[in-house]
C-alpha cells in the first residue's frame, strides 16, 4: 500500500516521499501491516474556502482523506492533490511547512491519527 510522507529536510523545507506500507496474507479477511502505535484521534471538516499558507504540522499524524480533496505545496513549489481515500503521513513539525489549499471550492473531511 503506498502512502506519501510530508517530512522536513536537511534544507529545513518540507519535502514529499512515496513510502510503501507492508501489506501480508491474512487470508479470508484480505492483507494487513503491522500494527502501529497511535495516541489519538481527531475528525475534521474543512470550509471550501480554506487557504492555509506556510505551517507547520502540530505533531506526528497521519491524514485519512475521507471525501474532497487537498492541494498541498512544499519548499521546492512541488504540489500534490490528496482526495479520497489517500493517506499522508504528516512530520514536517519544523522548518518553513507546507501550504494546503481547498479544491475547486469544496469541502473536505478527514481524520487525523496522531503518533506522538
Not at 62 to 74: F, K, Q, R, S, T
Amino acid at each position: 500500500m503506498n502512502i506519501t510522507r510530508l517530512y522536513t529536510g536537511s534544507d529545513n523545507e518540507s519535502h514529499f516521499e512515496d513510502i510503501e506500507i507492508e501489506l501480508e496474507d491474512a487470508g479470508d479477511i484480505g492483507h494487513l501491516s503491522e500494527k502501529l502505535d497511535a495516541t489519538g484521534i481527531i475528525f475534521r471538516h474543512t470550509d471550501p474556502d480554506y487557504d492555509f499558507t506556510w505551517h507547520n504540522a502540530p505533531q506526528r499524524q497521519y491524514i485519512i482523506m475521507l471525501d474532497g480533496a487537498v492541494d498541498v505545496e512544499v519548499g521546492d513549489g512541488s504540489v500534490r492533490r490528496f482526495s479520497t481515500g489517500d493517506v499522508l503521513f504528516v512530520e514536517d513539525t519544523t522548518g518553513r511547512g507546507h501550504i494546503s489549499r481547498a479544491v475547486n471550492n469544496q469541502p473536505r473531511t478527514s481524520v487525523f491519527v496522531t503518533v506522538d
